[in-house]
């Protein structure tokens, strides 16, 4: 089944906000392979975390990731009115087989 | 740079086919997983079907197995999904994503690297 991830999460602009993605141990807690996309309205989803908290070349350092348990998390630090846009985290399930989160709607106030 | 451009997309009635295709340019096709990820008009993301470089590995969400076929022709650059028996719930957006990259000898093949645009299926009578 689908991670679970807030519907919405706001933040006003230069603050910190943090989206969390919660699975279980058949997933999220199983495998260091939580990735994270960002996806404007209209548009393809865009890699902006891997591997739980790598960052593909090109995205900010302002975006990171993390995981404890079956819980991962992003952060958007310095937030920036560009930043609003839907996230969706997605996690292996095991042998070729992946899910996505909900997706969460992050506003800049 | 890596470019996928999906197309085939339409009107279908529920019970009919459609083929989509992803034409990929940018990259070296032939050794690299590629998947279809869907999503719902005002929906998250879906994954659908993956299938490896080689074409030995094939995986189906549940709800498509038995009606969808996920293929690829290494010579085009091309990749596919054969849709049959198409119900209202397969309407969406439609992408194709490329599995992961590989830099400096080492491969990170769990997340959805690069995707196309996305092309629409609309299942209705």
């Known amino acids: 089944s689908a991670l679970t991830q807030p519907a919405s999460v706001s933040g006003f602009p230069g603050q910190s906000i943090t989206i969390s993605c919660t699975g279980s141990?058949?997933?999220?807690?199983?495998?260091?392979?939580v990735s994270w996309y960002q996806q404007h309205p209209g548009r393809a989803p865009r890699l902006m975390i891997y591997d739980v908290n790598s960052r593909p070349s090109g995205v900010s350092d302002r975006f990171s990731g993390s995981k404890s348990g079956d819980t991962a998390s992003l952060t958007i630090s310095g937030l920036q009115a560009e930043d609003e846009a839907d996230y969706y985290c997605?996690?292996?399930?095991?042998?070729?087989?992946?899910?996505f989160g909900g997706g969460t709607k992050l506003t800049v106030l | 740079q890596v470019q996928l451009v999906e197309s085939g997309g339409g009107v279908v009635q529920p019970g009919r086919s459609l083929r989509l295709s992803c034409a990929a340019s940018?990259?070296?096709?032939?050794?690299?997983?590629m998947h279809w990820v869907r999503q719902a008009p005002g929906k998250g993301l879906e994954w659908a079907a993956y299938?490896?470089?080689?074409?030995?590995?094939?995986n189906y969400i549940d709800s498509v197995k038995g009606r969808f076929t996920i293929s690829r022709d290494n010579s085009k650059d091309a990749l596919y999904l054969q849709m049959n028996s198409l119900r209202p719930e397969d309407t969406a957006v439609y992408y194709c994503?490329?599995?992961?990259?590989?830099?400096?000898?080492?491969?990170?093949?769990?997340?959805?690297?690069?995707w196309g645009q996305g092309t629409l299926v609309t299942v209705s009578s």
């Open positions: 141990r058949s997933d999220v807690g199983a495998f260091n392979y």
């Open positions: 994503a490329k599995r992961g990259f590989c830099s400096g000898g080492t491969c990170y093949p769990w997340h959805f690297d690069s």
């Open positions: 997605s996690s292996n399930t095991g042998e070729f087989s992946w899910v």
């Open positions: 299938i490896s470089s080689d074409e030995t590995k094939i």
């Open positions: 940018g990259f070296t096709f032939r050794t690299h997983g």
